[in-house]
């Protein structure tokens, strides 16, 4: 691996490294304070009511049980209301099959949202930076050159991973959030993800599209690199950036409704 490729790689792996911290620092410190909230509000209720019979089962409250629940792994449209979140299928949510024109319409959500620009930009700003393509050059010619090189690879793995191997390999492409365990165990399931999805007919199934559909995006986007990058060496570099960015992505998705909820304190 050059020089270049291991620039791009460590600096994918040290914001993803930031990211899963500060996560995991914001959902740790997220389930101290509910502890603490439901320690607090059980004791009140003791000191007020030391006689009341002990609750049974789920009689006492069932509706705020179940709203919490639900809130707890619910996802939204967008987060922090710019990322678009359109595939995230939030907690215990049972849905119909995706047809061919769903899948088509997310896909479309994700290449062309507003924040796909704004992604492809940032993506295009580091790799220029890190002078990853020394053929580019820099400057603003360089970074267009870095622009629509990376929006392209973007908008291949999107319609080839969220669009055309489900569709043909009847293989659902929406995220569902586990919501529930340890940080560790939600994050290594968000990964898992890569490997691992549901068919039209909800049962787990190898993810062909994810693992083939990253690869043969990684494979096209040697007709429009230059001819020095069009290596092997050089194509599986995109293929792997390309996965764990769709990782971090799913680590986001998971905790993304922890991190609304109790550091925004936003249910709707």
Known sequence: MGMHGKRSLRTVSIGISMFCCLFWLGVDAARAQRVEEASYSSSNVDGMLPDAPAPMGDNLNPGASSSNT???????????????????V???QKLPPQSPREKLKTTLQDDFDYSAFIF??????????ENSYPEFHQGAAGFARYYWHTYADQTDENTIVEFLLPVALHQDSRYYTLGHGGVLKRTAYSFSRLA??????????????????SGAASGISDLYYPSVERTWTKTGQRWLTSLILDGATFTLQEFWPD???HIFHQHD
């Open 90 to 92: 939030s907690a215990d």
């Open 259 to 261: 991190i609304n909820d």
């Open 196 to 213: 691992i999805t549901r068919d039209d007919d909800g049962k787990e199934v190898p993810n062909y599209s994810e693992v083939i559909g």
């Open 120 to 129: 492809a930009g940032g993506l295009a700003g580091v790799a220029q930076a």
């Open 70 to 88: 639900y809130v707890q792994g619910k996802q939204t449209k967008r987060i922090l209301e710019v990322m678009p979140n359109f595939r995230s």
